[in-house]
């Protein structure tokens, strides 16, 4: 579970609290690993419970409703160096609309042109959400390690958008084709061996 690992990066990059880390995961790294404000307090007392992390000292006199910030210890600092290291394989993609598509294929492709279409408008706008991130936040003078780290990811991003509208845009113009109601004469014994399992 990488959850811990993030939580673990958000608090290099800044010191937090439960409530700062989830407005964080909202805004830029649950843009690639989401997590819930429970799932995030959770984590964060396993951490605090395992050494990897520590509450920051508060003042004597603490106002009242002071959240309780952490800091990463170097254990946790070693544990996310080590993770960063680690060998791990690629994830096969697992996207529901994909095994509609191939549903469709049998029942018929009603009601999916619709859905094809919101899926669409959907990656459109996450894509020119992240193209104005790559403006606002990567402009001249933003080339330390870090920032082209940070940029990278964001790249990837967008690089993915953009794979997803090209695809929708191609599987919009195949279903306006069809028949939504056409089953019959599908070849099912063909399409049983090939699909997106066998191209992912």
Known sequence: MSLPYAILTALLEKPSSGLELTRRFDKSIGYFWSATHQQIYRELGKLEQSGAIRALPRPHRPTRGQKKEYEVLPAGRDELAAWVAKIEDPKPIRDALLLRLRAAGVVGTQGL??????????????????????????GEGRDSEGDRLRHLVLRAGIDLEHFWVGWLEAARAELDTMDPTDTVGRDTGADARTGPESAT
Do not use: C, G, P, S
């Not at 094809?116 to 990656?123: A, C, E, K, P, Y």
């Not at 894509?127 to 991130?133: G, K, P, T, V, W």
């Open 113 to 138: 042109a619709a859905e094809v279409r919101r899926h669409l408008t959907l990656h459109r706008a996450q894509l020119a959400e992240y193209r104005a991130i790559e403006e606002r936040d990567f």
